[in-house]
């Protein structure tokens, strides 16, 4: 069977370039973004709504108090979330299934759960999810902490809500993880050359 | 400066083991239950005492709310209980100012953050924990799964109070910790294997 590790992340945890890294080091595959291409095509939705859907807000989707009848409910949305979701699970089976990989992220932790991946949880405290924030932000961008504060836990919280919705499982929560990793001051590079051991 | 990991870890989830094999694996001192022994000489207090305080139930000699007047609470045990404290903290930082170590419990990751610790937290699912806790019971202890649940849960409870007493932060919260490890389905000696690989 392939060897499959998953990565959790908080936002600005740097989860993104630990996994991506940890590929590379170990000469897996490494899946993130690529997913959302293929969902896009092959459930002929737009790549950015399906982003919305896997990255954002499918709370938005789903109402819980709606202030008119439900009969007028417009349920497209819903079935389409229901699409991706169930695109994205055909898409990474078919990958975990074709050689060893890292995946980021969609809820591939829980999606691949019969094959037991090795499932990592990346976090770190705030001021150095900012300062990593900041340190990848585009030329230009110039905001506070407190603005990169609220980017950081309005992420985090689509996160765990879409994570949530999908799984019924907490996100972020110890248990869903083999291992959890903080990344506060710590050099992702270097942290990645020893975890890659455990793999080695 | 010496390498020291401190293994906080959740009553039945092997960290005692893992602490004590990674500590082997790595050529490294290995400090537990010795503590309490030098604390007990060290402030002449029994050792059960001293147990009583370091792994029990601190919160018995706090009262927050006492049905008899301030004049007769009778401060002794507080006082003592600090005297252990501060008994544990000396130990603690001259153990480790010694050689390399591997600590475990005794709010070390604490005492000791100024040298920067490796600090690790060990934790599993319920099932596991009983299982572990049953397979290491003496002859004769025959508990059901809801005795062993209410025990760890007990142990568990005690050991968060006195950290966060200690400590003013969150037992078993990810942040405080570098790595949480997952022991549930886990064999301890081939995880440490593993693990050991990080500091090698």
Redesign the interface.
Known sequence: MNKIITIGREFGSGGRELGRRLARELGFDYYDKEILTAIAEHTSLSEEFVKEVVEGRPRQLYPITVNRSFMYLDTQPIQQAGAVFHAQQEIIRELAGKSDCVIVGRCADYILREQKPFRI?V?A?MQSRIERCRARAEAGEKLTDKEYKQQITKMDKARASYYSFYTDLKW?D??N??????T?NQDIPTLVT??A??F?
Chains 1, 2 share one sequence.
């Open positions: 949880f976090y405290d972020g110890k248990l993880y083999e291992l959890c990793v903080n506060t020893v975890l051991k455990l080695q």
